[in-house]
């Protein structure tokens, strides 16, 4: 009899716990099937994250969680810029007619002196400009040093010639600024000029590709394509420095544009290179002085020519020698000069405010007016190592011509 119970008991018992094992197995494999069935779903939407903003897996996977710089949504662009959407490496395209209406041809006349060196001969050229401002007046600015302050030119806008002014002209900078000024385009279609965006700050991790637009032939803007690579130099230009970076494009015998990448911002100014291909002057380097060159205002200097003194330097040169910026030269009868910083002087401080790269130099140069006093801290080796000194200087301005 107990026999039987328990054989009866063991059977409802094996019974239950069959069910009990069936019904997580149930729910296990339950769970198990959301877990793909969400899996799959984030992987579709990752993915289709991806191909609406054209951003490359590898790009991503690459960048992590940094900024992806190139071929993204045309969302992020300001109104007055657009894409269409293509196949292949670069998927953003900013509109090469579009990039034509911040580029114009500028004609003035050449100043030349003939063999005698008595005579000067005027002859007409041709150069091109990137509109920057349209606000109030239009403000276009020339890579060069052809122009000179006040002179007359006159400016290509679409199929009108329009009389424009030179109103600030750098030598140490090559750089210099046309005017239109709108009362003057009365009649004429604005939507014919277009305000350049410019990447002052722009520092790419890889090639990209580019479009070199300018290189004005009879009137006519071009446009050339291209890959800025990362080959990278450095060349110091008053209180400030520019970065060059190759590209592979052929340059023209006069070589003269702005560099644009597939978004429509403008990284550079191009110029020739020793090898016939295009190389690009990084606007990071300009980009502080162009509401000077807008607003008319002195542009502050103390005269110095110099190199940034990076970890690299110090590992290769000198274990000792501090941060700051190297002078490679002072200029001509500068207030640098005249107070006594010698070549191979090290600025590590302006007004008791630490220097450890140009970028930072500049700003607080920039940021002085010129006729007041600035402390310009530097260190000097000597035989016993690198000692302060510091100097109490009045800020100049840099000349224009």
Not at 156 to 184: P, W
Not at 247 to 262: A, H, L, Q, R
Request: overall charge neutral; some cysteine; aromatic content about 8%.
């Amino acid at each position: 009899m107990n026999k039987k119970i328990n054989e009866q008991i063991k059977e409802e018992f094996d019974f239950i716990n069959e069910r009990v094992v069936n019904i997580k197995r149930a729910r296990m494999l339950k769970l198990f099937g959301m877990g793909i069935g969400g899996a799959f779903l984030v992987c579709v939407l990752i993915y289709s994250y991806l191909w609406y903003n054209d951003i490359g897996l590898n790009d991503v996977m690459e960048k992590g969680k940094d900024r992806i710089n190139t071929s993204i949504s045309g969302k992020k662009f300001k109104e007055n810029y657009y894409t269409t959407r293509t196949t292949g490496e670069t998927a953003s395209v900013f509109s090469e007619e579009e990039m034509k209406k911040s580029v114009l041809t500028i004609n003035y006349n050449m100043r030349d002196e003939s063999s005698s060196g008595d005579t000067v001969i005027i002859k007409p050229e041709k150069t091109c400009g990137i509109v920057i401002n349209i606000d109030q007046d239009i403000y276009i600015l020339v890579h060069g040093n052809d122009l000179h302050k006040n002179d007359e030119v006159t400016v290509n806008v679409g199929d009108t010639h329009v009389l424009g002014k030179v109103t600030a002209s750098y030598e140490d900078f090559k750089l210099q600024m046309v005017c239109i000024r709108k009362s003057d385009l009365a009649g004429i279609d604005m939507k014919q000029i277009k305000p350049a965006k410019i990447a002052t700050k722009a520092d790419y991790k890889k090639p990209i590709n580019v479009l070199d637009v300018g290189n004005p032939e009879n009137g006519k803007i071009t446009i050339k394509k291209g890959t800025l690579t990362l080959t990278k130099n450095i060349a110091s230009i008053l209180d400030a420095r520019l970065i060059f970076v190759s590209t592979d494009i052929k340059s023209s015998e006069n070589e003269n544009g702005f560099i644009f990448d597939t978004s429509g911002n403008v990284i550079g100014i191009s110029r020739e290179e020793i090898n016939k291909n295009v190389s690009v002057i990084n606007m990071s380097g300009i980009g502080q002085i162009l509401n000077y060159f807008i607003s008319g205002e002195r542009i502050p200097c103390i005269g110095i020519y110099g190199r940034e003194v990076t970890d690299d330097v110090i590992e290769s040169i000198d274990k000792k020698m501090p941060r700051g910026i190297y002078v490679s030269s002072t200029a001509a009868d500068s207030p640098a000069y005249r107070q006594g910083i010698l070549n191979g002087d090290i600025i590590v401080a302006i007004n008791g405010k630490k220097i450890k790269d140009f970028d930072t130099y500049t700003k607080n140069i920039l940021e002085l007016n010129p006729g007041s006093k600035v402390d310009v801290t530097v260190s000097r080796k000597g035989h016993d190592g690198y000692k302060n000194i510091d100097y109490n200087i009045e800020v100049s301005e840099v000349e224009e011509k």
